[in-house]
T-cell receptor, first 114, second 114 residues
Framework: DAGVIQSPRHEVTEMGQEVTLRCKPI?????LFWYRQTMMRGLELLIY????????DSGMPEDRFSAKMPNASFSTLKIQPSEPRDSAVYFC????????????FGPGTRLTVT | AQSVTQLGSHVSVSEGALVLLRCNYS??????LFWYVQYPNKGLQLLLK??????LVKGINGFEAEFKKSETSFHLTKPSAHMSDAAEYFC????????????FGRGTSLIVHP
């Protein structure tokens, strides 16, 4: 079992640039979550998909953030334009119907915006 | 709304000593409760969960937690700390309003001294 796969693991970019983070959930899982972790705010849920459909995006900070899930095995989180305050670790997690409450987290993408 | 309070952002113990990480929750419905562990530069990993069955829950790596409804607590314990237990620990409670999205605490960093 490969677990949740995220890429890239590290991203350093300049303010104003577009950033795309990628996630491959565990095969068979039909729920996918994007989280952001910072020292100031802890772990925040950004958006949640179920069967590829966005269910709750109330945590997306602003219009600069967008997320898509074109199929059951791939999701992206895009920031355009990026700002220094977006620097954080972004986690993707997935869960299945049989154990919806158990989330399996990827290793995260550490984003630094200079 | 659901919420979780983890008392103490840092807990320091000696190797071999008892580990006690505190978590209090607020929930308008019977809660599901979780403890996750995050090792440095890794994603969160489920340690154990309470889903309304036995109030004493055993997890991986010798950890256990007891659900106490009267105290609205779900404290995590381990009889004897090991150096490898040094990590960040997160308590989480199931979300309300039908969304079932977990709400995470701010985390407690466990430091283990030789």
């Amino acid at each position: 079992d490969a677990g949740v796969i995220q890429s890239p693991r590290h991203e350093v970019t300049e303010m104003g640039q577009e950033v795309t983070l990628r996630c491959k959930p565990i095969s068979g899982h039909n729920s996918l979550f994007w989280y952001r972790q910072t020292m100031m705010r802890g772990l925040e849920l950004l958006i949640y998909f179920n069967n590829n459909v966005p269910i709750d995006d109330s945590g997306m900070p602003e219009d600069r953030f967008s997320a898509k899930m074109p199929n059951a095995s791939f999701s992206t989180l895009k920031i355009q334009p990026s700002e220094p305050r977006d620097s954080a670790v972004y986690f993707c997690a997935s869960s299945g119907d049989s154990n919806f409450y158990e989330q399996y987290f990827g290793p995260g993408t550490r984003l630094t915006v200079t | 709304a659901q919420s979780v309070t983890q008392l103490g952002s840092h807990v320091s113990v000696s190797e071999g000593a008892l580990v006690l990480l505190r978590c209090n929750y607020s929930s308008s419905v019977p809660p599901y409760l979780f403890w996750y562990v995050q090792y440095p530069n890794k994603g969160l990993q489920l340690l154990l969960k309470y889903t309304s069955a036995a109030t004493l829950v055993k997890g991986i790596n010798g950890f256990e937690a007891e659900f106490k409804k009267s105290e609205t607590s779900f404290h995590l314990t381990k009889p004897s700390a090991h150096m490898s237990d040094a990590a960040e620990y997160f308590c989480a409670v199931r979300g309300s309003g039908g969304s079932y999205i977990p709400t995470f605490g701010r985390g407690t960093s466990l430091i283990v001294h030789p």
